[in-house]
């Protein structure tokens, strides 16, 4: 195709969505006004019922806690797909001995020493920020899926300030699959509890406890922390996998 | 809607006009990641703390992260 009909397809893709795009504007509610029935409702009775201060959460782990279940297996199915693709890539590396040779000879590169000092400086705040945020997540913004990655990043953090063998160090791969697929089940577990008592399936059945403190909104805590777990082994396990693949790191036995 | 809106709008149509305008692979992962805040700090003036928070996470940290991972595994090949 040439530059001047490509142009020309442009400019009418241009003019077609503009005149789209005005005309669904106009059919806009005002900025601010929002007339959703379930938003509204729970705004009034969300908080007196779960005793979660953060709605957000209350709507995604209890009064929809069942999407919020998929949603989750979804991220653990792409977790263990991305594995699956890089481990068989990283075995068929390992065969070919002409590929060997050329890993053994290649330079990692050498981390500069403010990077390094940077990192370590914020390994310990970055994991206290991410337990905060992953058990605060019924309280104030926040939960399971911010926090685990904040967590996650805390071992990019040690890669950074140290080498690829302290993070792998810090979170071996055993660790990692095991938080990762202990923190999915523990949701579906969690789910259980509703059932036993005699309700519907992640059925908030816990002792709600008082509003505002620590401990209370029942399962919606517990929840959190097991997609809180399960998000950050899963991050970190991605991470170790993608920086194997990186550097194909040979791991003395 | 406030100043304050209009102007955090101006900033993310720009910051993702400029990721689509730098065309060298590395330096538009950062550009994409500093785009990812811009973003963080958009849903948080429009009231949504809970999605800035993922947002900055997944856009300013993650999405970055792998994009540098993958440009390292291509430059190698």
């Known amino acids: ?253 | 809607m406030e100043l304050l809106h209009g102007l955090v709008l101006v900033l993310v149509a720009v910051g993702g006009t400029a990721v689509v305008f730098t065309r060298d692979p590395l330096a538009q992962s950062m550009v994409v990641s500093f785009y990812g805040i811009l973003l963080g700090i958009l849903f948080f003036v429009f009231r949504a703390p809970d999605v800035a928070l993922s947002q900055i996470v997944v856009g300013a940290v993650a999405l970055p992260t792998m994009i540098l991972l993958a440009l390292a595994k291509a430059n190698q090949e």
């Open chain 1, 1 to 253: 195709m040439s530059f001047t009909s490509r142009r020309n397809l442009f400019f009418a893709g241009v003019l077609g969505f503009a005149a789209l795009f005005l005309w669904g504007l106009r059919g806009l509610p005002d900025f601010g006004r929002y007339e959703g029935v379930y938003g509204l409702t729970l705004n009034k009775v969300g908080v007196a019922q779960t005793h979660a201060t953060n709605l957000v959460a209350a709507v995604a782990f209890d009064y929809r806690g069942f999407d919020t279940l998929g949603e989750e297996f979804i991220l653990f199915a792409a977790v263990v797909g991305v594995a699956i693709l890089l481990r068989a890539h990283r075995d068929e590396a390992a065969t070919d001995d002409a590929k060997e040779k050329e890993d053994e000879g290649r330079n990692v590169p050498h981390t500069s020493d403010p990077v390094r000092v940077l990192g370590l400086g914020l390994i310990g705040p970055t994991v206290l920020l991410g337990l905060y945020v992953v058990v605060h997540g019924h309280l104030t913004p926040g939960g399971g899926f911010s926090g685990g990655v904040v967590l996650a990043t805390a071992a990019l953090l040690v890669y950074l300030a140290g080498e690829y063998v302290a993070l792998r160090r810090v979170s071996p791969e055993s660790l990692t699959e095991l938080a990762e697929s202990a923190g999915a089940g523990s949701y579906a577990v969690i789910g259980v509890f509703g059932l036993l008592a005699g309700q519907a399936f992640l059925t908030n059945v816990l002792p709600l406890g008082t509003t505002g403190h620590l401990n209370s909104s029942g399962t919606i805590l517990l929840i959190n922390l097991a997609v809180g777990v399960e998000v950050a082994g899963g991050f970190s396990f991605i991470l170790a996998e993608f920086l194997e693949q990186t550097l194909l790191v040979r791991e003395r036995v």
